[in-house]
């Protein structure tokens, strides 16, 4: 089966981008060196290409009934048009079949965005479940999506976008709104990276010029692999690796995003409840030389833990991960990690490791 293409697919080619399979997506890898990219989000502004991912809106008769159901957080948080909210959908087991981020837009008007190598499965779910409430649910097939982050990257999207200023300036951190007359271009201050920014949505027809645009005004373009360290520098999640649909959403550090406070009854919570958490979800610091991957045994003094994700940390200049460890195992531990049938002495931190450019641990 050939790749899908986004609608920046010749502009990467134009560019040198070495070109990856990431979920049926051909896409940029890097455009010549991980390192600078990497660099240049965290201390002035690149911009992904995440058109790959799946928006989705939401509409009908009942849609927070629906969204209620649906998710593990509680849609009645969105108090405010245009906020938005992180969570996942769980299956009956109380297994994640994808995380997402869910935004008000007033009214009965809710997006979804969703994960592109999930994207089939997401939907044949939420049609399921969008049944009983008489919700619509539409994916959004002509447009792409530009990320643009950095602690420059708003002010760079504002000098390639001035009419943008108005309304994009006063957006709070997880909110997002309609910046043209049509409201076809939804500015998001979101991202995935640990640094300030905004997810732009727009019209297909429009993203190689807001692409080139932005290069102009001097924003790095950026691929999936200097997005990875970027996310996993952050202490976010990766669907795939820190959950799937065997993994409950409590032992992949999401608990923050599991709302069992009021009585809804969202799919999955009665697993949720009866199992309760069985995993601690930690950062690792490597303290020897040699590179934490993902699914490398971790060995505590309280059992076997196992890597979710690792790498290299451009910021640190060390090697960190992310790891489900037993619950006795908690930051400030030393353990020890096996890397090609050795093991290396590692140091258990809090899951997030460096936010605003600043390190954390």
């Not at 609608?7 to 080619?13: G, Q, R, S, V």
């Not at 994207?119 to 409430?133: G, Q």
Request: glycine share 10%.
């Amino acid at each position: 089966m050939s790749l899908q293409h986004t609608p920046l697919y010749e502009a990467h080619i134009a560019s040198g981008a070495k070109m990856v399979d990431f979920g049926g997506w051909e896409m940029p890898l890097n455009y010549g060196s991980q390192i600078e990219e990497h660099h240049a989000v965290r201390k002035d502004a690149g911009m992904f290409d995440v058109s790959h991912m799946c928006a989705v809106d939401v509409d009908g008769i009942r849609p927070k009934s629906f969204l209620k159901r649906l998710i593990a957080n509680n849609v009645d948080k969105l108090t405010q048009p245009g906020k938005a909210l992180y969570s996942a959908m769980l299956n009956n087991s109380g297994g994640v079949i994808d995380d997402l981020i869910v935004y008000w837009r007033g009214g009965d008007s809710y997006r979804v965005v969703i994960n592109a190598s999930t994207a089939t499965k997401d939907l044949a779910h939420m049609n399921r479940i969008a049944e009983a409430y008489d919700a619509d649910i539409t994916p959004k097939k002509d447009v792409a999506m530009i990320a643009v982050q950095g602690p420059n990257a708003r002010e760079k999207v504002f000098k390639a976008r001035p009419e943008w200023r108005a309304a994009g300036e006063p957006l709070g951190v997880f909110f997002g709104a309609a910046v043209d007359d049509k409201g076809e271009v939804f500015l998001a201050r979101t991202g995935y990276t640990g640094e300030d920014g905004f997810e732009i949505t727009l019209p297909a027809a429009q993203a190689v010029k807001l692409w080139s645009d932005l290069k102009e005004a001097g924003v790095r373009e950026c691929g999936l692999g200097a997005r990875d360290t970027l996310r996993l520098e952050a202490g976010m999640n990766l669907y795939g690796n820190e959950m799937n649909e065997t993994v409950s959403p409590l032992d992949a550090g999401m608990g923050w995003t599991v709302d069992m406070k009021a009585e809804r009854e969202f799919i999955g919570r009665d697993a949720l409840e009866n199992k309760g958490q069985s995993w601690n979800f930690v950062g690792l610091k490597l303290l020897d030389k040699g590179v934490m991957r993902s699914h490398m045994k971790v060995h505590t003094a309280a059992g076997e833990g196992e890597t979710t994700s690792g790498s290299f940390s451009p910021t640190l200049g060390v090697s960190i991960a992310l790891a489900r460890v037993p619950m006795d195992v908690k930051a400030g531990d030393e353990v020890e990690v096996e890397i090609r049938d050795k093991r290396v002495k590692a140091l258990v931190t809090k899951p997030s490791f460096v936010r605003h450019g600043k390190a954390l641990v």
